[in-house]
């Protein structure tokens, strides 16, 4: 059997027979009406007792579908009685938000609804599992280990549900969800429900192998992204998104928004510089301690900050209530992701809108997402006015200080042990301070390091060259002479006379020292511009013939011709590195 959905069906909860206690509770979960793969599921399981196969976009309803149809027949019928529940979920997030939904719809049954997962003590989660509880969620890895402990058993189910199924192969879940089929009932003694946003040869094979004659739904996807949700389209350049941003976010006003991006530094740059511009913004990434994640989410749902900043793996599982506002700061680089995003507006039929902002470096993924969808994007054209002054601009927003800041001290956290807050982010780029008796800008570090190395290959300093590459001139060689008139009063005695150089010590040589080039030749102070055959003459000059030049023309050691010319091309590499030049 398959039911493939094309219209919104009139059928109402008061029409599947569902218990007084359940419409009860979907009463004040606001539900009025049965959503598409509500209804589908609903006749599939409450009315043919058959397993079911669905194919839902999330945000369609689906996980009321199983929820709903499960609590109907261990309420209602009598050979479910007793019946205990295993859902199946990829993510965290996923498994804390369909406990909160089940126990909201579940809350007048007498029904205990638990979750189990990775990054927390297993101490909390042991005492849930001690004490039975008749629906558990879990992802693989956590249900696993409590099997290997033996605190689990999964042959205890009689229901299963397996939810964004190709979430769990994508993330390599699959080998540990054969596991645990292999562990359960057979398929013919247990009742087994499989969601999927696609339907792709791994989900088929798993629902054809593990499921007992299955009925199929289909839920169109473009049923998700047309009619419920407005979608705007903006090109724009890589280094105004910050500007546009601002300036969409004070002309839409949204009571909240979900701000996603492609990469969890850039999640955590754009809260921060969101921050600085006045906005009340937390960011979401996955390899936040879970604590920390699980808590973001709380206050963003009870409205304590308005806007959010996540990866993607905020876009599956999470359910914001009225969201108002998702907005793409990057066009996501897989399709499938772009549906999840800005189905978090569009969630029970509601009416949503969502932004995208397309910039050099992710338009190409365009194209794909418009195939998806089955239409072009509408294209805005933000006039001046839209672009925004960033207050951020300048600063710098590195790595580094992200991994601190998202793992700071839990004790700071809660009160204990405070101290005072050193992370660095946001700190404004090297401005060098001018020398204050030349007046002339100092190097930067970077620049500095480069030149003792240029000095180290040259045999000389480096005034008589012009550095290009910091764009700033070079330190002078010696400082300005201090009059007595620049002195402070009372300091003028204890200014020393100045010393006269002694002579170098010449060197003893073997042999005489044959004739060489006067002093006057080379009065002129030797320098980098100086070829390396002048200044060897002018060092034997002074030290006698068998002066030899070494590695760093400092020494008396042996040199061969061959080192000599290495030494040449040494310095001529480095000297073209030093001003952008190619080798």
Known sequence: MRFIHKDIDSMTF????????????????GFLT???????????????????????????????????????????????????????????????????????????????????????????QERLLQHGPDVLIGTPGRLLDFSKRNVLDFKDFQFLVIDEADRLFDMGFLPDLRKMLNQMRPPEERTTLLFSATMNNRVGNLAWEYMNDPGEIIIEPE?????????????????????????????????????????????????????????QVQSLMGDMPQSKRMKIVDEVKKGHHKFLVATDVAARGLHFDDLALVINYDVPQEAESYVHRIGRTARAGRHGKTITLACEEFVYGLGPIEKLIGHKIPVSWADETLF?????????????????DINSNSRTEKGK???????????????????????????????????SAVTLVSGGKLDDISIKASKRPSPPRYEQKRTQKDLPAGKEKREKPEKTAKPKKIA????????????????KRISAN??????LAYYRSKYGDDFQADNTNRGKSEKSKTDRKTAKSQKKGLLNRFFGKED
Request: aromatic share 8%; charged share 30%.
């Open 34 to 124: 049965p959503m598409p793969v509500q209804s589908q599921c609903f006749n599939l399981l409450i009315k043919a007792r058959r397993d079911v196969y669905a194919q839902s976009q999330t945000g369609t309803g689906k996980t009321a579908a199983f929820l709903l149809g499960i609590f109907q027949l261990i309420a209602t019928e009598e050979r479910y009685r007793g019946a205990k529940t295993l859902v199946v979920v990829p993510t965290r997030e996923l498994a804390v938000q369909i406990e909160r939904e089940g126990i909201l719809l579940g809350k007048y049954l007498d029904l205990r609804i638990g979750c189990v997962f990775g990054g927390v003590s297993y101490d909390k």
């Open 508 to 523: 003893k040589t073997t042999k005489p020292a044959k004739p060489a080039k006067t002093e006057k030749s080379f009065s």
């Open 223 to 279: 049923k998700v992204t047309v009619d419920t949700v407005s979608q705007e389209l903006y090109h724009v350049g890589k280094d105004e998104k910050m500007k546009l941003l601002l300036g969409l976010l004070k002309r839409d006003n949204p009571e909240n928004a979900v701000i996603f991006t492609n990469t969890r530094h850039r999640a955590w740059e754009v809260a921060k510089r969101l921050e600085v511009n006045g906005y």
């Open 530 to 535: 100086t070829s390396i055959d002048d200044r």
């Open 417 to 451: 042990g405070k101290r005072k807050d050193s992370r660095s982010y946001g700190r404004k780029p090297f401005q060098p301070q001018p020398n204050p008796i030349t007046g002339k800008a100092a190097i930067d570090p970077r620049m500095a390091k480069i030149q």
């Open 14 to 29: 008061d029409d599947f027979g569902f218990d007084k206690r359940i419409l009860r509770g979907i009463k004040d979960a």
């Open 388 to 404: 925004l002054q960033d207050k951020s601009v300048g600063m710098n927003f590195s790595p580094r200080d992200r991994h601190r």
